[in-house]
T-cell receptor, first 113, second 113 residues
């Protein structure tokens, strides 16, 4: 039972353009969402998070949008850079507990110079 | 301040042998989490530990797998009598508190031959 779904296994974007990575979840108890970035042979690196009390969180070139009614979140990267090429994992947890997150299967982003 | 250290980075075991994976959390972090990533899948939560205590092991297989986080020394994930299906990347993460974002190690890639 995949509670966090990333339906696009891969995405290619031209350098300078916007990258949009999507994520859907099914568990209505989730109220804290995270995005992690992972390079080959390395562990995931925390990128940005959002609590369910917000619908948008921005950090530099990265913005996460949350649509609770649709149980959908997205990560926008603008402008995209070649160094952004990596696998991006969406994750969700129940805030106030502990860091037991449920990960999606990941989207491999390739930014073409 | 060193990051989360996992060793070994690569481990090859024959079927039936034991595998021991070590994780040293970041300095000052007393919460440790183990995740497993099977090929083509996302990371799956296995176990959450604090010093000398297992808080949540709901993601651990019922048999052959165990984890500990002693008062002194690294956290250990132990897999007895390994089988081919145990081949995966095992990631450890740590956090100073249970509700903050966790920092991941580079992972141990276990191959069972």
């Amino acid at each position: 039972d995949q509670q966090v779904k990333q339906n696009s296994p891969s995405l290619s974007v031209q350098e300078g353009r916007i990258s949009i990575l999507n994520c859907d979840y099914t568990n209505s108890m989730f109220d804290y969402f995270l995005w992690y970035k992972k390079y080959p042979a390395e562990g995931p690196t925390f990128l940005i998070s959002i609590s369910s009390i917000k619908d948008k969180n921005e950090d530099g070139r990265f913005t996460v949008f949350l649509n609770k009614s649709a149980k959908h979140l997205s990560l926008h990267i603008v402008p995209s850079q070649p160094g952004d090429s990596a696998v991006y994992f969406c994750a969700a947890s129940v805030e106030g507990g502990y860091q037991k997150v449920t990960f999606g299967t990941g989207t491999k982003l390739q930014v073409i110079p | 301040n060193a990051g989360v250290m996992q060793n070994p980075r690569h481990l090859v075991r024959r079927r039936g042998q034991e595998a021991r994976l070590r994780c040293s959390p970041m300095k000052g972090h007393s919460h440790v989490y183990w995740y497993r990533q099977l090929p083509e899948e996302g990371l799956k939560f296995m176990v959450y530990l604090q010093k000398e205590n297992i808080i949540d092991e709901s993601g651990m297989p019922k048999e052959r797998f165990s984890a500990e986080f002693p008062k002194e020394g690294p956290s250990i994930l132990r897999i007895q009598q390994v089988v081919r299906g145990d081949s995966a990347a095992y990631f450890c993460a740590s956090s100073p508190q249970g509700t903050t974002e966790a920092f991941f190690g580079q992972g141990t890639r276990l191959t069972v031959v």
